[in-house]
């Protein structure tokens, strides 16, 4: 921004040289003067400005635009947009060709060693990220939710853009009240007054998409009423044409940076995320569906009461964030309880109903402290904003399931066969497939080590991987090839991964993953047993029961371990 705004005023700066140029030269005083040097007579100034065709021509159209303006709304309306429109595809640009622009400055630039040129590279990645965070901003709506999409992919772009970008996840822009108000009366029919006998005008939350309220219907229920910014549905259509561009842009000056697949993602998933009545459908299919769970999830999602395209009236449930800790302890919330059922809720989602969440990060999640025990808890964990959901098919759900058992067995050949058919990811592609699905490095994780925590050294070697080993350009080809309901996998598996780490959980990741590879475990039996022989089904039972076994087993090792741990 400081960038942009010092070539703002050199631009200024260079505009007064030239006009004070041209005043020493005399040039605006030649319409004045004779081709003797003597000042024109009023008759020769006279004809001298005598209109032409041009100009009459040009003065009709500025009078008929103007009266436009004046006269037809329709038509100041379509102008007005018209100027933002050709404003915000300027500010993006504006910051490609700036980012281009230092981009390749730095890789073409010449080092005296390896630490010059990292050091060199930071500071542009971290001036990149600047200017695209003030584009982001300055265009709002759609871009934010790029924004915190990048913010999130820890795992895959450098500590620089995902820092900047952390910012969006609680800085989105608000839409005014007025604003709203309209849009609710437009679209619903009904008095935004008559509907509601309360309104708090101070949002409880605000997102990249929408916004949401805290008020109170005419017969005095409370509900939370969320509503679409309005300026979305003019803009969203260029914005996913601009941020394609981007990318595509981007793959062509740069080809080992290749995020073309974010912006087809964006593209396939945006226009869903804008109709809430598909998050109206989502909330209650999976309400409907964890009624059957709560003991295992203690879940709790808000009844939908009224959905229309742009607008969600739904009950009100408050709650405080997963990483508000002081909150949980002062309740006597039990943190482990609360990852088993995180790891219960969302590995239900993936390896039996098939039917994911796909954005889990804090925003979307609260616990709410209950009174009295419900359902074996004292504590509801609520679920909000269901406008993403991707359906898994069975037999890549069968794939996923058994590319897990085959890295707690070890068995580095099945985890590469059942990979390959998950992924469709090549032998070469294996290595770095696997530290991505696992958040581990590739000692880790090709050896199915991975029921212990990160060490910090293991961060570490991950970060030098990315920075100086190429491991971020084999990254960035495997997530442009790899499936769309892969990378959302990827990214749910990562966002529950932080929600986990967020909890300081006092059993630690082997409790969850032992969680999980239950859920596989059944995927696969469940698999086994389905249109198969007598012979064969004895045959599921029997691994199925062998596997259980195993990982009871298991977990009554890292029991033991942890208590021993806290007695000493």
């Known amino acids: 921004m400081i960038l942009l705004q010092s070539q703002w005023q050199r631009s200024l700066q260079g505009g007064k040289r030239k006009i004070f140029q041209n005043l020493n030269r005399g040039k605006y005083f030649e319409r004045y003067l004779t081709t003797n040097g003597h000042f024109k007579d009023e008759g020769e100034k006279n004809q001298s400005r005598k209109p032409k065709r041009s100009h009459v021509i040009g003065g009709t159209i500025a009078a008929l635009f103007t009266t436009g303006l004046i006269v037809d709304s329709d038509f100041r309306q379509g102008t007005i947009d018209s100027f933002l429109i050709a404003e915000r595809a300027s500010v993006v640009t504006l910051a490609i060709i700036k980012c281009f622009g230092l981009y390749l400055w730095t890789l073409n630039k010449n080092y005296a060693n390896e630490e010059e040129y990292q050091k060199a590279l930071s500071k542009t990645h971290k001036s990149a990220a600047e200017m695209t965070l003030w584009a982001l901003k300055k265009n709002g709506g ?73 008020a109170k219907l005419a017969n005095g229920e409370e509900v939370a009423i969320k509503m679409q910014h309005p300026s979305l549905a003019k803009f969203v259509p260029l914005d996913v044409a601009l941020t394609k561009m981007s990318f595509d842009m981007m793959y062509k000056v740069f080809p080992e940076y290749s995020l073309t697949w974010l912006g087809d993602e964006m593209q396939e998933s945006i226009f869903i995320e804008l109709d809430f009545r598909y998050e109206a459908k989502n909330a209650k299919k999976t309400s409907n569906y964890f009624k059957n769970y709560k003991r295992l999830t203690a879940l709790r999602v808000p009844e939908v009461y009224t959905a229309m395209p742009r607008v969600l009236v739904m009950e009100y449930i408050s709650g405080a964030r997963l990483d508000n800790l002081k909150y949980i302890d002062n309740n ?148 442009a090839t790899v499936p769309r309901i892969v990378l959302l996998i990827l990214k749910t598996n990562d966002l529950v991964r932080h929600l986990d780490e967020c909890l300081q959980s006092p059993l630690g990741q082997e409790r969850t993953f032992l969680i999980m590879a239950r859920y596989c475990t059944y995927s696969v039996f469940e698999d086994d047993i389905t249109h198969r022989g007598l012979i064969n089904k004895i045959k599921a039972y029997v691994r199925y029961y062998q596997r259980n076994s195993q990982l009871w087993l298991y977990d009554f090792v890292f029991y033991l371990n942890n208590l021993f741990k806290r007695i000493i």
């Open 142 to 214: 759609v871009n934010i939710k790029l924004g915190q999409h990048v913010a999130a992919m820890t795992y895959l772009l450098p500590v620089e853009w995902t820092e900047t970008m952390i910012c969006l996840q609680s800085e989105c822009p608000r839409s005014s009240v007025k604003e709203l108000k309209e849009m609710f009366e437009n679209d619903t029919g009904y008095k935004f007054d008559e509907y509601f006998s309360e309104f708090d005008e101070e949002p409880i939350g605000v997102a990249s998409l929408a916004q949401v309220h805290r």
């Open 332 to 479: 006597g919330i039990n943190r482990a309880e609360v990852c088993a059922c995180l790891a219960h809720l969302f590995n239900n989602m993936i390896f039996k109903s098939g039917f994911v969440h796909c954005d889990p990060h804090h925003g979307n999640i609260a616990i709410r402290a209950l009174d009295s025990p419900k359902n074996g808890h004292n504590f509801e964990i609520i679920l909000y904003d269901h406008g993403l959901y991707r359906t898994i098919p069975n037999q890549m759900k069968i794939d996923y399931s058994k590319f897990w058992l085959a890295l707690i067995d070890k068995d580095r050949e099945g985890m590469k066969k059942y990979g390959t058919k998950f992924a469709k990811i090549n032998d070469g592609q294996f290595p770095i497939f696997a530290a991505a699905i696992t958040g581990r490095d590739f000692e880790h994780a090709t050896n199915g080590d991975i029921e212990n925590a990160r060490s910090a050294n293991e961060i570490e070697r991950m970060k030098d991987a990315m920075q100086n080993d190429g491991l971020f350009f084999d990254l960035m080809d495997l997530l």
